[in-house]
């Protein structure tokens, strides 16, 4: 009795010892992609295929008055808006960005990540400089 309850208990432990090596060791097979392949998976770098992460980029664009700050432009450089209208300003980029206003003047700094409104309460034109990138662009008010 005692000699099949010691087999029983070197079995339980050689098998549980070969599933959990088995299970440390899996590494799921990588996805390879043909060369000639002319889908949006071109985009992904080869070290996103190599993790396993395909990611088709998706476009985010500014909603109705507002302006994206990216590195070295504005999305859009030019918008046409109402009298009494707010314009938002929002900083897409890692970095801090100054942006400068033509009319009325104002210099406004805005940290990565956060945004800044202003609402026109005059007709005509109003340009608008980045501080550090020099990109520039104009709001229409009519």
């Known amino acids: 009795m005692k000699r099949v309850l010691i087999a029983a208990i070197i079995a339980i432990l050689l098998s549980s010892t070969f599933f959990f090596f088995y299970f440390i060791s899996y590494q799921p097979k990588k996805q390879e992609i043909p ?21 088709t980029p998706v476009e985010i664009k500014p909603a109705k008055n507002e302006i994206f700050i990216f590195s070295d432009k504005f999305e859009p450089s030019q918008l ?5 209208e ?4 929002i900083n897409k980029d890692n ?7 033509s009319n009325p003047p104002l210099e406004k700094r805005i940290i990565a990540g956060d945004y800044f409104a202003f609402q026109f309460t005059s007709k ?18 009519s």
Do not use: R, Y
């Open 80 to 84: 046409t808006i109402s009298l009494g």
């Open 35 to 55: 060369e000639n392949q002319t889908t949006p998976k071109e985009t992904t770098s080869t070290k996103e295929i190599e993790k396993g992460k395909i990611f």
């Open 124 to 141: 005509g034109i109003v340009e608008f400089t980045d501080k550090d990138t020099g990109a520039k662009g104009s709001i229409t008010i």
């Open 86 to 89: 707010e314009v938002k300003w």
């Open 95 to 101: 970095k801090d960005h100054i942006i400068i206003l």
